[in-house]
């Protein structure tokens, strides 16, 4: 059988320019959330993407510096802040399944940043925990030092306030950053306190932090890394059995070849650094995994995109080969700032992160570039960090000027992995679905059904709403709209 579509009508206030959030399915309805020159509404969808109710959202200020969703069975919390005058606030309001607030928004919390920060004016992030028990709210401001100082709410499922805290943590050089900021069920804070080269290509030193829900105090675990270069660093807990991954490409010599899987494990209920290894990849590892590369430089455009926990405590590894091609001969890869410049100070508060687009044509037309998106690679590794399987699925998209309809979206149904990409067939994309199941074997799927000529789908920007439920956005003469595909 093949999988079932359902589009939604276009509506005619969702031009391409609207910027979107899918929200997700509560007490029966999907939410999506969009955004048009300070106009915000919230879309009602029943199960059949039928529009039920077009909610708008005149309590918000005109214009936002960002908003987060929390989604439930029964409700929505949105995290929002702006900047009225000299402060930025953040503020919660409690949406119910259709797109409506029965109480006022309730202050997070307040910070006066000046006038002249309106450009780069974000100052709170948002995190929450797989199980959505705990909701963290936080800034991190600069002392006179350099040092980081960390102001944190912390927050139960029912937005009940838990605890505060006010913390430094030391910035030796301008080369350290922060990434990898998770929540876990327990509401303890992780991250990984990195620093790199003065070129910033590599990184060369790293430690795993701890700020546990009801200390005001950071613990650190360094990591050994011995005589190994790392690329971006990535992490994933495991809330079931108080493990943290950290993993990364790693290379053996400044601009050398990607040479296989860093990978660390850490206790950090106990603190403790369990193993720390690296996966060598094999020549026929690499040989599969070349698309236009040498067998030696296999794996130098791939990206960790994805890392999936397994029942056994192991974990699969999802990367993408990606690079572009320009007139001016100035590719944007590996080497040129692929991740953009580091320490991405304001003079007030930083973002760790920037967010994920609600608008994905923002900035995202330049002339004359090429983007290439390329193969996946899908690597199993065990619990004790070797290397159970591996697998590639073939692709080959490009497209000049926007990826917007490049890359992935990848399935979780449980029994197998499933990914959805567009390939250009005369002109047209086509979706494609492939799957890898839990023994690495993959399959290619039957074409999609419903798949109605005139949807353009952007596969990257989806949601898995459900066990076995997507909602993918997709254009349609100039409209955005919005595909389910039930698995």
């Known amino acids: 059988m093949a999988q079932k579509i359902t589009y939604t009508e276009p509506e005619k206030d969702d031009y391409k320019s609207t910027e979107f959030e899918i929200i997700g399915r509560v007490s029966g309805n999907i939410l999506v959330y969009k955004s048009d020159r300070g106009d ?23 214009k936002l510096i960002s908003v987060d969703f929390i989604n439930y069975a029964d409700k929505v919390y949105m995290l929002y802040q702006f900047q009225r005058k000299e402060a930025v606030y953040s503020f919660c309001a409690t949406m119910n399944g259709d797109g409506k607030f029965n109480d006022a928004p309730v202050l997070v919390d307040s910070t006066r940043i000046g006038y002249y920060a309106k450009d780069n004016n974000k100052v709170y992030s948002v995190e929450y925990s797989e199980d959505k028990s705990k909701i963290l709210v936080y800034k991190i401001n600069q002392d006179k030092e350099n040092d980081n100082v960390f102001y944190t709410f912390l927050y139960d499922s029912a937005f009940h306030f838990m605890n505060n805290s006010r913390l430094s943590l030391p910035m030796e050089s301008k080369r350290h950053f922060l990434s990898n900021f998770t929540l876990t069920n327990d509401g303890d804070l992780l991250f990984n306190k990195l620093e790199r080269t003065n070129n910033r290509d590599y990184i060369v030193s790293g430690s795993l932090v701890i700020k546990r829900a009801a200390v005001d105090s950071f613990e650190t675990v360094p990591m050994e890394l011995k005589t190994t270069l790392l690329d971006e660093v990535k992490m994933k807990i495991d809330n079931n059995t108080h493990k943290a991954l950290v993993t990364s490409f790693y290379y053996r010599q400044k601009r050398g070849n990607v040479e296989g899987l860093y990978v660390s494990k850490y206790d950090y209920a106990a603190k403790t650094l369990l ?39 192991g974990f699969i590894l999802t990367a993408e080969s990606f690079y572009t091609t320009n007139r001016n001969n100035q590719p944007w890869n590996r080497w040129n700032y692929m991740y ?27 002339m004359g570039t090429r983007y290439n998106y390329d193969n996946i690679g899908v ?53 494609t679905d492939t799957g890898i199941e839990p023994d690495g074997t993959s399959s290619r799927k039957p074409t999609l059904r419903n798949l109605d000529k005139g949807f353009t789908w952007m596969p990257r920007y989806g949601k898995q709403i459900s066990a076995r439920t997507v909602l993918v956005p997709c254009i349609y003469r100039s409209y955005i709209c919005f595909a389910k595909v039930d698995f």
């Open 40 to 62: 915000y509404v919230v879309s009602v969808y029943d199960n059949a993407m039928q529009l039920k109710d077009r909610v708008k959202l005149d309590f918000l200020p005109k």
């Open 275 to 313: 193993y720390e290894k690296e996966v060598v990849f094999s020549p026929e590892l690499k040989s599969n995994a070349r698309g236009e590369s040498s067998t030696n430089a296999a794996f130098n455009d791939y990206f960790i995109r994805k890392i999936i926990n397994t029942k056994n405590g």
């Open 340 to 366: 953009g410049p580091y320490g991405m100070y304001t003079p007030y508060y930083y973002s760790p992160y920037s967010p994920w687009y609600y608008n994905p044509w923002y900035n995202n037309y330049s």
């Open 379 to 431: 690597l199993s590794v065990d619990d004790d960090g070797n290397l159970l399987w591996s697998n590639f699925i073939r692709k080959n998209q490009f497209d000049e000027g926007n990826d917007l309809y490049l890359s992935y979206l990848m399935v979780n149904i449980g029994s197998e992995l499933r990914f959805l990409y567009n390939e250009l067939e005369r002109r047209d994309f086509i979706v």
